[in-house]
């Protein structure tokens, strides 16, 4: 299996709900990432795990709650988002982020997320 | 800060032609990636350059890497429509920072 799935594929939500984001990979990845991507602009880097510890977190607001609960699986909790929150959310992993690996990621199909 | 660049934004193109996408970087480093991402779609990993000097081929399109000028090229070879799509490099800096990608190259090939 080389491949990352993301679930749900679209999401609308009011600004008081809660939801999660999905994410899975079956390649022995030991790292994975969370990106947001707005229109016309390229992914913004938000968390990174590796070997399930959060390893980086780009100053994301608290809203964003990452959980990573094993090494196939990402989570993205949302909570009290605002209507600038609206973007493409990707997932991506790769093997690791060693020094001697190529990090390359592999990215999910991503879910599309829609804050009224 | 790591900061990447890529030039031009906007490339349209005819079919046949040949042409280049640049990406400068800001810091050290010695991996670099190419992606491309269709309308609506997720990214696909091109290429990944590891290594001064690192040319990578893959059909009409050619990579190459330059670390001491900290510049990445990506060369089209008689374009075709179905190249259309956006094209991001990002890099990765030497000392830990962040994946950071470029703007993207918006790229359109006309018949």
Partial sequence: DTEVTQTPKHLVM????????????????????????KAKKPPELMFVYSYEKLSINESVPSRFSPECPNS????????????????????ASSRGLAGGLTNEQFFGPGTRLTVL | ?????????????????????????????????WYRQDPGKSLESLFVLLSNGAVKQEGRLMASLDTKARLSTLHITAAVHDLSATYFCA???????????GPGTRLSVLP
């Avoid at chain 1, 999660?20 to 947001?36: F, I, N, T």
């Avoid at chain 1, 196939?72 to 997932?91: R, V």
């Avoid at chain 2, 890099?91 to 990608?101: H, K």
């Fill in chain 1, 14 to 37: 009011g600004m008081t709900n809660k939801k999660s984001l999905k994410c899975e990979q079956h390649m022995g990845h030991r790292a994975m990432y969370w990106y947001k991507q």
């Fill in chain 1, 72 to 91: 196939s699986l990402l989570n993205l909790h949302l909570h009290a988002l605002q209507p600038e929150d609206s973007a493409l959310y990707l997932c």
């Fill in chain 2, 1 to 33: 800060e790591l900061k990447v660049e890529q030039n031009p934004l906007f490339l349209s193109m005819q079919e046949g032609k040949n042409y280049t996408i640049y990406c400068n970087y800001s810091t050290t480093s010695d991996r670099l990636y």
């Fill in chain 2, 91 to 101: 890099v990765r800096g030497n000392y830990g920072q962040n994946f950071v990608f």
